[in-house]
């Protein structure tokens, strides 16, 4: 079984940066597709980027522009850097890994996904 744990999350100021991490245990995940997903308090999961072992990338409206998705296959880890936080981008930031490429590896595609982490908070303030 797959375990993926998220890190980085914190309280950040409106207009700030921070990158989360993910790591997966207990084999090294070098699968087909990864991606970040978030739940803001009250609402709905929403997807924010995903990546392919080819490092093709995609990524969701919700944070085009302020959120970049990367992987380092020699450490196993993803990773998201969000840029230009603000107060509504608050919420629970999931990692997940999935079997399937191309057109199915996509933010869009939650039900893709098969392994998931616990999320990591991330608060951004005024």
């Known amino acids: 079984q797959l375990h993926l744990k998220e890190s980085g999350g914190t309280s950040v100021q409106a207009g700030g940066s921070l990158t989360l991490s993910c790591t997966a245990s207990?084999?090294?995940?070098?699968?087909?597709?990864m991606g970040w997903f978030r739940q803001a308090p009250g609402q709905e999961r929403e997807g924010v980027a995903s990546?392919?072992?080819?490092?093709?990338?995609k990524y969701a409206d919700s944070m085009k522009g302020r959120a970049t998705i990367s992987r380092d296959m020699t450490n196993n880890t993803l990773y998201l850097r969000l840029d230009n936080l603000k107060p509504e981008d608050t919420a629970d930031y999931y990692c997940?890994?999935?079997?399937?490429?191309?057109?199915?590896?996509?933010?869009?595609?939650?039900?893709?996904?098969?392994?998931w982490g616990q999320g990591t908070r991330v608060t951004v303030s005024t």
């Open positions: 990546i392919e072992r080819d490092l093709n990338t």
């Open positions: 207990p084999y090294a995940y070098n699968g087909v597709c």
């Open positions: 997940a890994a999935g079997p399937y490429g191309g057109v199915y590896c996509d933010p869009q595609r939650a039900s893709t996904f098969h392994y």
